[in-house]
């Protein structure tokens, strides 16, 4: 092993060898399982998905487009093609984590779990990201400039999958002051302000709506909401954790 491969050894990630050797396999058939999800008008990006992801596995710091594509593509790319796709192609993330949650719901002894709502927040330099701002960013304890989103995750028996996420988005991006900067980063415009909790309602009900075979929903953020507390389903209800 080349020095600074550790990253690549399986003995980091807690796998034996032989079951580590079979990983590109199953990651080249799950990305063909996934393929459909990427599909536009004129094109399928399902190629430079995989290569994204790639990236995100094999490279530990610098995991920029150009950084990405030239150590799974080769030194001439120059990542302009992934940006493509990752920033201005239309392909739906919602269909991603739709497949998601269709395969959770084709496994039976995946059945009758939890599904966990979260946010997490990632620090920007700037305010020239979507949704960008200084707000409150939970994972560091602080108020300071980036973005949030919100994450819905599903748990049964040892197996965590993240089945939905949305960005937030402060209400001061929706002024006039921000129309440019929406237009930019291709916030739809049926797309208006909406709480956390708001957004998180929203993704329980696509999981219900789906199908999704959960038996209860635990919100750690927004415990005290008035919009979440009390929701009930056939199987269960919100509870409060954290």
């Given at each position: 092993m080349r020095e600074g491969d550790e990253l690549l050894s399986p003995k980091r990630w807690g796998l034996?060898?032989?079951?580590?050797?079979?990983?590109?396999g199953k990651f080249r058939r799950t990305c063909r399982h996934y393929r459909h999800a990427f599909q536009t008008c004129s094109s399928n990006g399902s190629e430079h998905a995989e290569v994204y992801l790639r990236g995100l596995f094999l490279m530990e710091s610098e995991r920029n487009y150009a950084n990405i594509a030239r150590r799974i593509n080769g030194p001439e790319d120059d990542g302009q093609n992934l940006q493509q796709f990752m920033s201005d192609s239309p392909w739906k993330g919602q269909l991603v984590f739709d497949q998601i949650q269709g395969d959770i719901s084709a496994w039976p002894a995946l059945h009758g779990g939890s599904l966990?709502?979260?946010?997490?927040?990632?620090?920007?330099?700037?305010?020239?990201?979507?949704?960008?701002?200084r707000q409150h960013l939970g994972?560091?304890?602080?108020?300071?400039?980036g973005q949030v989103g919100?994450?819905?995750?599903?748990?049964?028996?040892?197996?965590?999958?993240?089945?939905?996420?949305?960005?937030f988005m402060p209400e001061r991006w929706f002024d006039d002051g921000h129309a440019d900067?929406?237009?930019?980063?291709?916030v739809p415009e049926?797309?208006?302000?909406?709480?956390?909790?708001?957004i998180?309602?929203?993704?329980?009900?696509?999981?219900?709506?789906?199908?999704l075979p959960f038996q209860d929903v635990l919100s750690a953020?927004?415990?005290?909401?008035?919009?979440?507390?009390?929701?009930?389903?056939p199987r269960g209800e919100v509870r409060a954790e954290g």
């Open positions: 034996p060898d032989v079951p580590a050797q079979r990983l590109t966990m709502l979260d946010e997490s927040g990632f620090e920007r330099d700037g305010d020239k990201s979507a949704g960008a701002g994972r560091f304890g602080k108020v300071d400039m919100v994450a819905l995750g599903y748990y049964q028996d040892g197996t965590w999958a993240m089945v939905d996420a949305e960005l900067l929406r237009r930019r980063y291709h049926e797309v208006g302000f909406r709480t956390k909790p708001e998180g309602l929203a993704m329980i009900r696509r999981a219900k709506a789906n199908g953020p927004v415990r005290n909401s008035p919009v979440l507390a009390g929701l009930k389903f």
